[in-house]
């Protein structure tokens, strides 16, 4: 069964962006998502795939991933993911023997940099570059989808913005 352990962090400064390798551009959509489960749609330039994600224990989750005709991947974040969709830069920026993550994001998410790092197990030493800032990993306060509900709900109070339909399944960990 495929597994994941990953791990979430701020971002401190700017200095990753002197040390990054690769750049994809990625629109993620939630196809369904409850507490303990989201399948995910991800397109890049030329890539498409499906994820299910569920949590195991700890840091550690499963996780599978397919590959789909880019043509599916743009219908279902079309018609199927009710405006739950985000685009990011993702940025590779290598450090010792691990390559992090950091994701710029776009649209309602705008400002919000997390950097993150897929390690072998969940006592594995992480060496931190100089640019990470605090652990984030599994507050429930940076998971994209409670990040997008706030900003939905500031965009609210400021202007009378109608955010996605509620799927009335909250998200809190």
């Known amino acids: 069964m495929a597994t994941e352990i990953e791990r979430k962090f701020l971002v401190a400064n700017d200095a990753w962006r002197k040390r990054y390798v690769r750049k994809d551009h990625i629109k993620d959509g939630l196809v369904c998502f409850s507490a303990e489960r989201k399948v995910r749609v991800r397109l890049r330039e030329n890539r498409a795939t499906l994820t299910i994600k569920g949590k195991k224990a700890g840091f550690r989750d499963y996780e599978f991933e397919y590959e789909i005709p880019v043509a599916d991947a743009k219908e279902l974040l079309a018609s199927h993911c009710d405006g739950y969709v985000l685009e990011k830069t993702r940025y ?6 691990l390559v992090w993550e950091v994701d710029v994001y776009e649209g309602i998410l705008d400002g919000i940099v997390l950097a993150e790092i897929e390690v072998s ?6 060496p931190l570059p100089d640019w990470i800032g605090a652990e984030v990993t599994g507050r429930p306060e940076y998971k994209k989808i409670n990040l997008q509900r706030a900003r939905w709900a500031n965009a609210k109070s400021v202007v009378a913005q109608p ?8 998200v809190e960990g």
């Open 92 to 97: 590779h920026v290598p450090h010792g023997s």
């Open 121 to 126: 197990s969940e006592t594995a030493p992480i």
């Open 163 to 170: 955010a996605p339909a509620d799927r009335n399944h909250p």
